[in-house]
């Protein structure tokens, strides 16, 4: 919450998404969220822009869930609904690219 915090401080003395840069060898290597998050820290006028105030509203532009059948930690097969995919991805790429 320290960094969101600082970074919502240089954002508003700027008035801009800008004044904070995440560098990282794997950015989006374990989960969807990941992609969320940065966009939350680093982007946070342009989710306004595009009504999203929260993870689930940007799952529901960006992510898709799917049913798939997996194994569970007792070797049961289960069905298990998980976010597998990325839709829009033009526009995704485009927003992560600005």
Same mark, same amino acid.
């Given at each position: ?12 003395? #700027?008035?801009? @998404?800008?004044?904070?840069? %995440?560098?990282? +060898? ?13 966009? !939350? ?8 822009? /595009? +009504?999203?105030?929260?993870? @689930? ?10 049913? @798939?059948?997996? %194994?569970?930690? #007792?070797?049961?097969?289960? /069905? !298990? ?6 839709? !829009? ?5 485009? %927003?992560?690219?600005?």
């Amino acid at each position: 919450m320290n960094m969101l915090f600082a970074i919502r401080t240089i954002q508003e003395r #700027t008035g801009r @998404d800008l004044g904070a840069t %995440f560098l990282s +060898g794997t950015t989006i290597s374990n989960s969807l969220t990941e992609l969320y998050l940065l966009f !939350k820290y680093l982007r946070p006028k342009e989710m306004e822009r /595009q +009504g999203i105030t929260c993870f @689930d509203g940007w799952a529901a532009v960006y992510a898709k869930k799917s049913t @798939d059948f997996e %194994f569970s930690v #007792t070797n049961q097969v289960v /069905q !298990k609904e998980r976010f597998r995919y990325f839709i !829009k991805v033009p526009e995704l790429a485009n %927003f992560y690219a600005e």
